[in-house]
């Protein structure tokens, strides 16, 4: 028997946890490193749970009257991103690049929502312009990953 594979009862060859793989991008990488999954490695995707913290913050001195939809909105925008980083990674190069262009799509959708929180006077320019840095700098790690998968 291989060092980091196991047998099933049905003589299946099974991966042992924390045996190194080959991942979709190339890279050589743990199936779960330190308890955790290959995507939570992901800069993007850290940076996409840093955004979500900021988009929670920033919704709790929202009116009231926005709680079902704009500030909702936003939170589930903001999660998004880091939803379709996290189940992209599980699949295939193309799956992957399908759920990235997905996650980028919530990114400009993030903008857009700023930009009406701005509008509406729920946020002042210093919070909508560190909104429109935290897109920016998504957008741009998204690109690349994208770009990686060719």
Do not use: H
């Not at 042992?16 to 290959?38: A, H, L, P, Q, W």
């Not at 880091?82 to 295939?92: F, H, P, R, V, Y």
């Not at 959708?109 to 998504?138: G, H, M, P, W, Y």
């Amino acid at each position: 028997m291989k060092f980091g594979v196991m047998r099933s009862a049905f003589g299946e060859e099974k991966r042992k946890f924390g045996e190194i793989r080959k991942s979709e991008v190339g890279t050589e990488e743990r199936e779960m490193d330190e308890g955790k999954f290959d995507f939570e490695n992901l800069r993007v995707y850290q940076r996409a749970l840093e955004y979500v913290d900021f988009v929670y913050e920033i919704t709790k001195d929202f009116p009231k009257t926005e709680v079902f939809s704009l500030t909702d909105q936003f939170k589930r925008a903001s999660i998004s991103i880091c939803l379709n980083i996290a189940e992209g990674s599980g699949g295939s190069k193309g799956e992957f690049n399908q759920f990235l262009k997905i996650a980028r799509r919530s990114i400009r959708e993030c903008v857009a929502i700023t930009d009406i929180s701005s509008r509406r006077k729920f946020i002042d320019d210093n919070v909508r312009q560190q909104s429109r840095i935290f897109c920016s700098d998504l957008s741009k790690m998204v690109n690349g990953l994208i770009k990686s998968l060719k």
